[in-house]
């Protein structure tokens, strides 16, 4: 079992819906990342939050919201998609600044927009 | 910025070789490697990883090795099994930074 939980496990969403992608963790970490995949690519990532602040946003379209209401949960809200944003989401978590300190990932939204 | 390059990208082998899949790496200021496993649709597995001071780490059957100097990392897979089918991805931090950069993954298959 995964320590990341993500929920739901697959989304269909028209292009005018308004949906949530929502992340989990009681590791204590306080990096909390959010990755888009597509089939038979490697992870690209989407925003980094440390210590519940933003860090890093890898010029994601506004259409991507995240969240980080505390220290445990991540969120992406979603609005106005087009087909192409089509992906796994996947939420990762790790200890920020620690060497040693592997990401650790949930098993993914699998998001259909149509 | 940090490219990572992962040979092959695909391999089929059959059950109880011994496998080695390889990474390399353009900025060797690396702050520390891993790899993970993924299996078809779902999230990424830690494997193994390696911090900038170390040179291998082992677990099980599986045995990673960091060159710093080469930029290369191997992944060593003793007496492959069905159940090791997946894909598998190298990341590195470097940079001072502990975001990874992905490579593009090798997909293997172990065929009874």
């Known amino acids: 079992d995964t320590e990341v939980t993500q929920t739901p496990k697959h989304l269909v969403m028209g292009m005018t819906n308004k949906k949530s992608l929502k992340c989990e963790q009681h590791m204590g970490h306080r990096a909390m990342y959010w990755y888009k995949q597509k089939a038979k690519k490697p992870p690209e990532l989407m925003f980094v939050y440390s210590y519940e602040k933003l860090s890093i946003n890898e010029s994601v379209p506004s259409r991507f919201s995240p969240e980080c209401p505390n220290s445990s949960l991540l969120n992406l809200h979603l609005h106005a998609l087009q087909p192409e944003d089509s992906a796994l989401y996947l939420c990762a978590s790790s200890h920020p600044g620690q060497r040693n300190s592997p990401l650790h990932f949930g098993n993914g939204t699998r998001l259909t927009v149509t | 910025k940090q490219e990572v390059t992962q040979i092959p990208a695909a391999l089929s082998v059959p059950e109880g070789e011994n496998l080695v899949l390889n990474c390399s790496f353009t900025d060797s200021a690396i702050y520390n490697l891993q790899w993970f496993r993924q299996d078809p649709g779902k999230g990424l597995t830690s494997l193994l990883l390696i911090q900038s001071s170390q040179r291998e780490q082992t677990s099980g059957r599986l045995n990673a090795s960091l060159d710093k100097s080469s930029g290369r990392s191997t992944l060593y897979i003793a007496a492959s099994q069905p159940g090791d089918s997946a894909t598998y991805l190298c990341?590195?931090?470097?940079?001072?930074?502990?975001?990874?950069?992905f490579g593009r993954g090798t997909s293997l298959i172990v065929h009874p």
């Open positions: 990341a590195v931090a470097s940079g001072g930074s502990y975001i990874p950069t």
